[in-house]
């Protein structure tokens, strides 16, 4: 089987990634997408209510794909809701999960562990590439200056290693 790439990008920045992994990867790639385009305070209430998002319909059959690679933020430690509510719905089978994140010690253990309750198997791989580690010092694990970081092509050369060992994990797993 053919791996593929799954992606939600709110801002673009995993959706900037997603097309480099694909550029890399020489694979499909599918954009997750909610029925109605959400602002931030709707965001932030559905957090707080977990509420499931509500998806756009989506013409393909994951598992038909192997390894599937999902990219999304992480809003609040939480992986963002539309990614949640596709993975609950389609329960992907050999998948790992890569994020373009602000950031956070212990993070990776809570995505891996969410992941882990969402599907009934465990994600082969999970990576975070931290904005933060982007950031001039006096900016870093600021807010205002995570949120609104741009990712452009000339970052990914910053995360080479990390990618290189994501795609070791996801693509030869099972």
Partial sequence: MKPVIMYYSHSGNNQKL??????????????????KKRKNISIFVDFLVKRKSRLAPLDVEVNSYSP???LAPVWA?????PMRTFIQREKPANYSFITL???????????????????????????????NNLLPKEQQNKIKYVTNFRFEKEHMKHFDKEIEAFFDRALTAR
Avoid at 25 to 33: A, R
Avoid at 77 to 81: E, F, P, S, T, Y
């Fill in 18 to 35: 997603a097309q480099e992994l694909q550029d890399r990867l020489g694979c499909e790639m599918y954009e997750i997408k909610e029925k």
């Fill in 68 to 70: 599937v690679l999902l």
């Fill in 77 to 81: 430690g939480k992986i963002a809701a």
């Fill in 101 to 131: 994140c602000s950031g956070a010690d212990g993070q990776k253990d809570k995505i891996t562990a969410e992941l882990s309750a969402l599907t009934p198997e465990k994600p082969a791989a999970v990576a975070e590439l931290w904005i």
